[in-house]
């Protein structure tokens, strides 16, 4: 699907033929990561996040902090980026990708791998934080660059969005939790037509109000409060939003593949990059493994946690050209240079570690992770899936 999008932008005859438009292609992208995340949170078991909150708390902060950190002073000295632009480089790379991370975690709990100790409720949970801290300090640091706001006020910014995105999830979890009531036909149908509505309503909304980073978490956080109130009940709900994540799972890699222009790519930046990613990766490794290492995890759990938390695709694509953006709508030149590099080393993210990290995470998982058999009622929650998504379509 990468690939795809990729070949679209970059061939010369089928980029004349196919117009992609900036405006649908971020709209469409949302839309895919308020149901990447709604599912996030509708498969998140409360007692396991109970259990490793703190630990979700290191896991989330921690190797962030710490590659923006790295890949800040390595970049400063290797592409000789000033250090404003450095740490900018740093956060726009620091960033977990939900599109990868969230679809694996789910796949591997259907299937009873790390349920047992948590392993893809954490994941998931410090996934959203993850990203909102990146984006913060990406934030702080553009307004450093370019001398906008101050910085507490863009710290103050950041946490704003944690705290209005928790707050906002809260209040529409509570919601849905009362809405529609029990004794509703096509009560599935109906819950999930709301939960998703208000979802993508919460992802565009924090944009329009410049407040990026609060809407996912605003998502996750009424999603799982919402599936809390349902209990057994959400089962169905969550098998019609794979139905509709089976949809806009293309849309979203494919888009994200679209964003890339290899033209743009300079060799010199290219192999300077790839050092500079590289270097980052392997802290962040390190980094994830030790803040995991009192969590009460093997040594095998460790080493997939670690692994899991490499992939970026979706943070990167979403800010990766916003600092080059910027400079050109000032008219700097050395800025727009810089601008460059940051957009060159997010592409390589992208192309390097998306592919390679799903890959991995598919593979480690049944081989690290311990599975715990349950006879559930999965194929009961399908099949009633199924049958709303038949009302559905008969009332279409």
């Known amino acids: 699907m990468l690939l795809a999008g990729l070949l679209l932008r970059n061939l010369p005859y089928v980029t004349d033929a196919v117009v992609i438009s900036s405006h649908w292609s971020a709209a469409l992208r949302n839309v895919a990561l ?20 703190s630990v979700c708390v290191r896991v989330a902060v921690g190797p962030c902090v710490v590659e923006a950190c790295v890949v800040a002073v390595v970049s400063h000295f290797l592409l000789e980026l000033p250090w404003a632009w450095s740490f900018i480089l740093g956060f726009v790379l620091a960033a977990v990708s939900p599109a990868v991370v969230v679809p694996s975690m789910l796949l591997l709990q259907t299937e009873g791998y790390g349920v047992e100790k948590g392993i893809p409720t954490l994941l998931m949970a410090a996934g959203s934080f993850d990203d909102v801290l990146a984006i913060t300090g990406f934030s702080t640091c553009l307004g450093i660059a ?32 009362l809405f529609p009531s029990n004794d509703q036909e096509d009560l599935v149908l109906r819950r999930t037509l709301m939960l998703l509505g208000l979802s993508t309503f919460s992802v565009f909304c924090s944009h329009a ?62 192999g300077l990059g790839v050092a500079c990613l590289t270097v980052g990766l392997l802290v962040r490794l390190l980094v994830t493994f030790l803040l995991v290492h009192f969590g009460g995890f093997s040594l095998k759990e460790k080493v997939f946690i670690a692994l899991a938390w490499l992939p970026k695709a979706t943070v990167q694509a979403a800010i990766g050209s916003k600092a080059l953006d910027m400079a050109r709508e ?51 929650d399908a099949d009633r899936g199924s049958d709303a998504l038949g009302a559905l379509e008969s009332k279409l």
């Not at 308020?34 to 909150?53: N, V």
């Not at 710290?155 to 969005?161: A, D, Q, R, T, V």
């Open 34 to 53: 308020s149901i990447i995340l709604t599912r996030a949170g509708l498969g998140l078991d409360p007692s396991a996040l109970r259990r490793l909150k």
């Open 146 to 177: 370019f001398s906008t706001g101050s910085t507490w006020m863009n710290i103050l910014k950041g946490l704003l969005e944690v705290g209005g995105g928790v707050t906002a999830g809260l209040l529409l979890g509570c919601f849905l939790s």
């Open 209 to 270: 109000v410049g407040f990026a980073g609060a809407g996912g978490l605003c998502t996750l956080v009424l999603a799982f409060l919402a599936a809390l109130s349902w209990k057994a009940d959400k089962g169905p709900v969550a098998a019609l939003m794979g139905r509709a994540w089976d949809v806009f799972q293309p849309l979203l890699f494919g888009l994200i593949g679209a964003e890339i222009t290899i033209s743009s790519l300079s060799g010199r930046t290219v």
């Open 330 to 380: 000032e008219g700097a030149e050395a800025s727009a240079g810089f601008g460059l590099d940051v957009l060159t080393l997010a592409v390589l993210a992208i192309l390097i570690t998306a592919p390679i990290g799903a890959l991995g995470i598919g593979l480690a998982g049944p081989r690290l992770l311990a599975r715990q058999v349950k006879g559930g009622s999965e194929g009961e």
